[in-house]
């Protein structure tokens, strides 16, 4: 059974008279459940999944992992505070593996991004170093096919 976040996380237009013929519940109730959801943090903001190829043709999107030295006392959150305060930053996640830190952004030009690399992070205190990827095609995102096709339900099968 879906929950009030399951349902908002596929669509948050969706409104509480919906929310509550799916859930079987009041409007009022998921009115309230929502404020709550929001004052403890669980809900953060809403936001609409844009076909940035569409919206913009000439953006750039990057994805840039970071190995950074951690800081005694806060770890990486210093550094990762100091990074989420860019304006083209969107994302910042700390990672496992072979890079601590992985920072999305978003630029008008391949420039921009190679200009705030160098600028702005590698000269972060810190900061060891840095590998950018460019996204060039993006197919799903947040559970969104960006193709517009309908998926094909069939199995594929093969001799």
């Known amino acids: 059974m879906k929950t009030l976040v399951d349902l908002l996380r596929e669509n948050a237009r969706m409104s509480n008279d919906q929310l509550a013929a799916i ?7 998921v009115a309230e ?25 000439n953006a750039v999107t990057a994805l840039i992992e970071l190995r950074v030295s951690p800081q005694a006392e806060c770890g990486y959150d210093d550094v990762a ?3 989420a305060q860019y304006e083209e930053v969107d994302t910042v996640q700390l990672m496992s593996g072979g890079f601590d830190l992985a920072v999305t952004i978003r630029g008008k030009r391949l420039r921009d991004i190679a200009m ?12 060891l170093s840095t590998t ?28």
């Open 116 to 127: 705030f690399v160098s600028e702005r992070l590698a000269t972060l205190d810190g900061v």
């Open 81 to 83: 505070k100091a990074i």
């Open 132 to 159: 950018t990827h460019f996204i060039l095609q993006r197919y799903k995102e947040k559970g969104v096919n960006f193709s517009g096709d309908d998926a094909d339900e069939r199995s594929l099968v093969s001799p």
């Open 23 to 29: 859930l079987g519940t009041t409007p009022r109730a």
């Open 33 to 57: 459940e929502i404020r709550k959801l929001e004052e403890d943090g669980m809900i953060i903001g809403y936001s609409a999944i844009i076909n940035e190829e569409k919206y913009d043709k």
